[in-house]
């Protein structure tokens, strides 16, 4: 008999058939809790995003503030508006003095900002609440306001709330308001008991409403020239006016610093009224002839009117050097110290004093001078027009160096003038010693003594040994002197001809036949 063992049934695991390292296993990923606190965070990251719209490590882009006398309720992440808009919103505020100091940022969409911007606290719709800021960008021809920078508090405003409006009228102020519309009503409805004499005839017994309805007879013309001037206190360019309120300010700034001399001014003007009281009577015709001088006066304001475009730009002009006058006149004081003293009479005064007794002789000296400079003249034009170009002239002979002649001239006078420095006892006396030669010469000296055989030897011929024989003399001698013409101007005789014919070649002085042919010159 085999014997057999039977292998296991296999069958599908149940509750008490299974494999307890495959089937108790723990879970693969997260555990339930785990699970629960990431989906609560994610949860949170949302919803923050959902209420902020921004990311908290993100730049805030432009920022600037302003400051505000009153901020009223204006709380953080309050919006900023451009025309409706929501361009930015509030990110700080914070106390400054009595004022509040408001940071704000500004989306790319409401950029640029100027200088001149302004911006206002304005309550939201009702639904909304609280407030917004209506930021008005400035004009394009202002400068462009950097990121960081600030809005001053004379360009910020706060809306008047409601609660404001309904508190300023209080029981008492209410009584008064409505004392003061009575009293408002009884002066235009009554007639006056006791007219004045002296008003106008044509409203003297009028009440005042009645007054009122026939100035207005005069209103349309009056209106004119009240918008005319309102058109003109705008100015021409943008911010004229806002100069003007800027200058007004430093001048009332300037007279409140000068407390004491605007009080004397006050008591002066006092002064000043008092006396044209006194002269009431005169200074009523005075007045009474300002309406024809007006009309007469009309064209001639026109052309005032006229000339102010230019004097107004003559004026921007004129304000570099304006600002710099203090500056000068700092600087030229002590100038002005020394001149002072300058002019003292141990100084200038007594100049003066001395010029006062020359002055006259000087005047007549002046008067005798013109004919020296006609003199000088007449020589000038001598130089110039002949003696000048004389001097220019290159004489052309066998001595030429190729200079003009008036350099040739110096050349000898120096020569000659460090011979004449070689001096005896005979005086200082220009002596050419010959440098000794074959050749015998002789020239004769005019004015001396003859000869006389076996007597006395004469002295009216010098002799010397040259190494050549001389050639000859050069210029020419003339038969006679030139003529000197007295009768012409010299600026009108003609420049002498140094290369014409006298300034050939003339025969020699001295000679070389022992002085028998010597001339004498």
């Given at each position: 008999?085999?014997l057999?063992?039977?292998?296991p049934?296999?069958?599908?695991?149940g509750?008490?058939?299974?494999?307890?390292?495959?089937?108790h296993?723990?879970?693969?990923?997260?555990?339930f809790?785990?699970?629960?606190?990431?989906?609560?965070?994610v949860?949170?990251i949302?919803?923050?995003?959902?209420?902020?719209?921004e990311?908290p490590?993100?730049d805030?882009?432009?920022?600037?503030?302003?400051?505000?006398?009153?901020?009223?309720?204006?709380?953080?992440?309050?919006?900023v508006?451009?025309?409706?808009?929501?361009?930015?919103?509030?990110?700080?505020?914070?106390?400054?003095g009595?004022?509040?100091?408001?940071?704000?940022s500004?989306?790319?969409?409401?950029?640029?900002?100027?200088?001149?911007?302004?911006?206002?606290?304005r309550?939201?719709?009702?639904?909304?609440g609280?407030?917004f800021?209506?930021?008005?960008?400035?004009s394009?021809?202002a400068?462009?306001?950097?990121?960081?920078?600030?809005?001053?508090?004379?360009?910020?405003?706060?809306?008047?709330?409601?609660?404001?409006?309904?508190?300023s009228?209080?029981?008492?102020?209410?009584?008064?308001?409505?004392?003061?519309?009575?009293?408002?009503?009884?002066?235009?409805?009554?007639?006056?008991?006791?007219?004045?004499?002296?008003?106008?005839?044509?409203?003297?017994?009028?009440?005042?409403?009645?007054?009122?309805?026939?100035?207005?007879?005069?209103?349309?013309?009056?209106?004119?020239?009240?918008?005319?001037?309102?058109?003109?206190?705008?100015?021409e360019?943008a911010?004229?006016l806002?100069?003007?309120?800027?200058?007004?300010?430093r001048?009332f700034?300037?007279?409140?610093?000068?407390?004491?001399?605007?009080?004397?001014?006050?008591t002066?003007?006092?002064?000043?009224?008092?006396?044209?009281a006194?002269?009431?009577?005169?200074?009523?015709?005075?007045?009474?002839?300002?309406?024809?001088?007006?009309?007469?006066?009309?064209?001639?304001?026109?052309?005032?009117?006229?000339?102010f475009?230019?004097l107004?730009?003559?004026?921007?002009a004129?304000?570099?050097?304006?600002?710099?006058?203090?500056?000068?006149?700092?600087?030229g004081?002590?100038?002005?110290?020394?001149?002072?003293?300058?002019?003292?009479?141990?100084?200038?005064?007594?100049?003066?004093?001395?010029?006062?007794?020359a002055?006259?002789?000087?005047?007549?000296?002046?008067?005798?001078?013109?004919?020296?400079?006609?003199?000088?003249?007449?020589?000038s034009d001598?130089?110039?027009?002949?003696?000048?170009?004389?001097?220019?002239?290159?004489?052309n002979?066998q001595?030429?160096?190729?200079?003009?002649?008036?350099?040739?001239?110096?050349?000898?006078?120096?020569?000659?003038?460090?011979?004449?420095a070689n001096?005896?006892?005979?005086?200082?006396?220009l002596?050419?010693?010959p440098?000794?030669?074959?050749?015998?010469?002789?020239?004769?000296?005019?004015?001396?003594?003859?000869?006389?055989p076996g007597?006395?030897?004469?002295?009216?011929?010098?002799?010397?040994?040259t190494?050549?024989?001389?050639?000859?003399?050069?210029?020419?001698?003339?038969?006679?002197?030139?003529?000197?013409?007295?009768?012409?101007?010299?600026?009108?005789?003609?420049?002498?001809?140094?290369?014409?014919?006298?300034?050939?070649?003339?025969?020699?002085?001295?000679?070389?036949?022992?002085?028998?042919?010597?001339?004498?010159?």
């Amino acid at each position: 008999m085999a014997l057999f063992r039977r292998s296991p049934r296999r069958s599908k695991p149940g509750a008490t058939d299974f494999n307890e390292g495959i089937y108790h296993r723990p879970p693969l990923g997260l555990s339930f809790f785990k699970t629960g606190v990431l989906a609560l965070i994610v949860i949170l990251i949302l919803s923050y995003f959902a209420y902020t719209k921004e990311l908290p490590w993100a730049d805030e882009g432009y920022t600037a503030t302003a400051t505000f006398s009153d901020p009223a309720t204006l709380r953080e992440t309050a919006p900023v508006r451009i025309a409706g808009v929501n361009v930015g919103k509030v990110t700080k505020v914070e106390p400054e003095g009595n004022a509040a100091k408001v940071t704000f940022s500004v989306d790319d969409e409401g950029l640029p900002l100027h200088t001149d911007a302004t911006i206002t606290i304005r309550p939201r719709l009702f639904l909304e609440g609280n407030f917004f800021l209506d930021l008005r960008p400035g004009s394009p021809s202002a400068p462009v306001l950097e990121d960081g920078a600030s809005i001053p508090v004379t360009q910020t405003a706060t809306a008047v709330q409601l609660d404001q409006l309904l508190t300023s009228l209080q029981k008492p102020d209410r009584e008064n308001l409505a004392r003061l519309l009575d009293g408002y009503g009884s002066a235009l409805d009554d007639k006056p008991t006791n007219p004045d004499p002296t008003q106008d005839p044509e409203v003297r017994d009028l009440s005042g409403a009645e007054a009122v309805n026939k100035s207005f007879n005069y209103g349309a013309e009056a209106g004119r020239g009240t918008s005319q001037v309102n058109q003109a206190f705008l100015g021409e360019q943008a911010g004229d006016l806002r100069g003007l309120i800027d200058a007004t300010g430093r001048v009332f700034s300037e007279l409140a610093s000068r407390e004491s001399d605007l009080r004397g001014l006050i008591t002066n003007f006092n002064i000043t009224t008092g006396a044209f009281a006194s002269e009431s009577q005169n200074l009523e015709a005075t007045l009474s002839q300002l309406a024809p001088l007006a009309e007469q006066a009309q064209g001639q304001l026109a052309k005032v009117n006229a000339s102010f475009p230019p004097l107004r730009a003559y004026s921007r002009a004129l304000l570099p050097g304006v600002k710099e006058l203090p500056a000068t006149i700092r600087a030229g004081n002590p100038w002005l110290i020394q001149t002072n003293k300058l002019l003292q009479p141990e100084e200038l005064g007594g100049v003066v004093h001395d010029l006062s007794i020359a002055t006259p002789q000087l005047a007549q000296g002046t008067y005798n001078l013109t004919s020296l400079l006609k003199q000088l003249g007449l020589t000038s034009d001598c130089v110039t027009n002949v003696l000048d170009p004389t001097g220019d002239v290159v004489i052309n002979d066998q001595f030429s160096t190729g200079s003009p002649n008036f350099n040739e001239f110096f050349y000898g006078a120096a020569a000659e003038a460090g011979e004449g420095a070689n001096q005896d006892g005979n005086g200082t006396m220009l002596r050419i010693q010959p440098a000794g030669g074959p050749v015998e010469a002789s020239t004769p000296v005019p004015g001396g003594n003859p000869t006389i055989p076996g007597i006395a030897p004469g002295d009216d011929v010098l002799f010397g040994n040259t190494i050549e024989a001389p050639i000859g003399t050069q210029p020419l001698k003339p038969s006679k002197k030139p003529p000197i013409k007295t009768n012409q101007a010299c600026k009108k005789q003609k420049v002498p001809d140094l290369n014409g014919p006298l300034g050939g070649i003339g025969g020699p002085n001295p000679v070389a036949d022992g002085g028998q042919n010597a001339v004498i010159p």
